[in-house]
Each structure stands twice: as C-alpha cells, then as structure tokens.
C-alpha cells in the first residue's frame, strides 16, 4: 500500500513532441505528490508538485495532472527538448508525517532526440 | 541561501574497507537530514534519518550506520564494505519550513 508505481521506465521523445510519465498509487491517505529531475551524476530536484485539492498544476511547460478517484497523477512536458533528457521521479506522502515518509516511484528514464 | 554539500563524489573501495561519506548543510540550523541510495531501476530508498543532533533512525537493515555529530553535519559509514553496498548516495535536507526535500549532488561509491 506503500508503493508508487511508475511507467515507463524509459521513453524516448522527439524534439518539440509531448513527454508523458504515469505514477498510481495506493495509499489514499497520500497528500503530496511532487516530481523530481536527475540529471546524469547530480542529485534530484524538485520540479513541481501538487496537493489533491486540486485536478492539474502547470508550470511553464511542465503540467501535473492529477486523478483522485483512480489514483493516479502524471507528468506531462509540452514542446520537449533536448535538455529535458533526465531521470525523472514521482513521489507521494502525506506532508505532515515528514519527508522519510515520502515514497520514490522507481524513474523514468527520458531522451528527448534532437 | 542554503546548501547542501557532499564529499567525495566519487569513491572506488576494495571490498572489507572502511567507508565515510560526508554531508553538510549550510544556510539553515536545526534542518532534517536523510541518507538515500540510489539502484539502477528501484528509485531511491531511505537509509537513514536524523532530527537532531545524534538522532538517528534507520530504514533498513544493512551493513551501513550513520552519524550526526554537528548540527549540520550527515555521516554515513560502514566499518567492512560489501559488494552490494556499491550504488550511488544521496544525502537530502529539510530546512526552515520544511517543505522541500533538497539533495545534494551524490557520492557514487564503488565496491571491487
């Protein structure tokens, strides 16, 4: 009940298309769903996250979407480029238990081909 | 602003060593401090959490203990390196307000 799944595990975009990565969870209790970014040898940033409360986030050309009542959120980019290639992460917790509680999906590894 | 810094970025051992990565925080007091590793295709697991000065808890049983003797200061470690225990290490902080969990850039440990 603990896990994020994450699909797929890779993806490979061309340049100018739409990038879309899905995560489902389990836990209903879950309020806090961020995505991460790795670049190859770097840590995880944060990228964008959402609350529940609502049904979609945007930020530039990264949108959240977000599905309550199935459980799911995805990550979209618009008009994918070259250095969006990155691992990217999703992730969900309830905020106030901490962040040791947040639960990593396992990645998606994403190529954006010129 | 705050920081976060982890040494070395890079470690090759022979298995049976010692081990000690070190993480520090900067721009912030009193900050949450965590110890992830990183396997190819799993995400990334919580080894080790820490509130407070040498306040520790740990996710998972393993050949690896940590250490918060400064305020700022995150120390992972092993006293025998296994095999298993290559991969790459993310020490990761909550500061004021707590509401980012930030990571620092990684230490990529190889065990021969």
């Known amino acids: 009940q603990q896990q994020v799944k994450q699909s797929p595990q890779s993806l490979i975009v061309q340049k100018g298309g739409i990038s879309i990565i899905n995560c489902a969870y389990e836990n209903t209790a879950f309020d806090y769903f961020p995505w991460y970014q790795q670049f190859p040898g770097k840590g995880p940033a944060l990228l964008i996250a959402i609350r529940p409360d609502v049904s979609e986030k945007k930020e530039g050309r990264f949108t959240i979407s977000f599905n309550k009542s199935a459980k799911q959120f995805s990550l979209h980019i618009m008009d994918s480029q070259p250095g969006d290639s990155a691992t990217y992460f999703c992730a969900a917790s309830r905020k106030n238990t901490g962040f040791q509680k947040l639960v990593f999906g396992t990645g998606t590894r994403l190529l954006v081909s010129p | ?112």
Do not use: M
């Open chain 2, 1 to 112: 602003s705050q920081t976060i810094h982890q040494w070395p970025a890079t470690l090759v051992q022979p298995v049976g060593s010692p081990l000690s990565l070190e993480c520090t925080v900067e721009g912030t007091s009193n900050p949450n401090l965590y110890w992830y590793r990183q396997a190819a295709g799993r995400g990334l697991q919580l080894l080790f959490y820490s509130v407070g000065i040498g306040q520790i808890s740990s996710e998972v049983p393993q050949n690896l203990s940590a250490s918060r003797p400064q305020d700022r200061q995150f120390i992972l470690s092993s006293k025998k390196l296994l095999l298993s225990d290559s991969g790459f290490y993310l020490c990761a902080y909550t500061g004021s307000g707590a509401n980012v969990l930030t990571f620092g850039a990684g230490s990529r440990l190889t065990v021969l």
